[in-house]
T-cell receptor, first 115, second 111 residues
Framework: DTGVSQDPRHKITKRGQNVTFRCDPI?????LYWYRQTLGQGPEFLTY????????KSRLLSDRFSAERPKGSFSTLEIQRTEQGDSAMYLC?????????????FGPGTRLTVL | AQSVTQLGSHVSVSEGALVLLRCNYS??????LFWYVQYPNQGLQLLLK??????LVKGINGFEAEFKKSETSFHLTKPSAHMSDAAEYFC?????????FGQGTELSVKP
């Protein structure tokens, strides 16, 4: 039984570059969430999908951020024209839609450093 | 809007001592409450959750938490701390599916 996986685990980029992260949820989970965590803070919600539909986006998700889940399986989070303030851990989580619907299983995260 | 406040960004206990991590929440609907633990450079792992029913919830690794509606609290306890409990702990409330997290409490365990 594999958990949630994220790739890459670490990404260092220069300001102004675009980056893309991938998340593979637990296979039978329909909901997929993205969170951002800065040093010393709790995770902050960014967006979530129910299958391929993006149902909610946080105001934290500026127009430089875009997320997709094209076939209702894996998801990508892209940041365009990165800024130093984008440096953070990006966490992905998934959950089923019935039963323990409100329990989320987290991946190990992608740590982004913008120089 | 729902919110979570964790009192104390850092708690230090001796090995074998009681662990008490405080969490207060604000919610306009009956809350679903969670405690997660995060070890360095890792994702979050669920310790326990409260949805409905019994207000004293038991989780993994000997942790438990009690939901007190009158106090809007969901404090996390463990009778006897172990060195392996040193980590960051997050309290969260579920809001239409997404989680709203507190700021976190770093637990240190002294030998």
């Amino acid at each position: 039984d594999t958990g949630v996986s994220q790739d890459p685990r670490h990404k260092i980029t220069k300001r102004g570059q675009n980056v893309t992260f991938r998340c593979d949820p637990i296979s039978e989970h329909n909901r997929l969430y993205w969170y951002r965590q800065t040093l010393g803070q709790g995770p902050e919600f960014l967006t979530y999908f129910q299958n391929e539909a993006q149902l909610e986006k946080s105001r934290l998700l500026s127009d430089r951020f875009s997320a997709e889940r094209p076939k209702g399986s894996f998801s990508t989070l892209e940041i365009q024209r990165t800024e130093q303030g984008d440096s953070a851990m990006y966490l992905c989580a998934s959950s089923p839609t019935s039963g323990r619907a409100y329990e989320q299983f987290f991946g190990p995260g992608t740590r982004l450093t913008v120089l | 809007a729902q919110s979570v406040t964790q009192l104390g960004s850092h708690v230090s206990v001796s090995e074998g001592a009681l662990v008490l991590l405080r969490c207060n929440y604000s919610s306009s609907v009956p809350p679903y409450l969670f405690w997660y633990v995060q070890y360095p450079n890792q994702g979050l792992q669920l310790l326990l959750k409260y949805t409905t029913g019994a207000t004293l919830v038991k989780g993994i690794n000997g942790f438990e938490a009690e939901f007190k509606k009158s106090e809007t609290s969901f404090h996390l306890t463990k009778p006897s701390a172990h060195m392996s409990d040193a980590a960051e702990y997050f309290c969260a409330v579920s809001d239409t599916g997404k989680l709203i997290f507190g700021q976190g409490t770093e637990l240190s365990v002294k030998p």
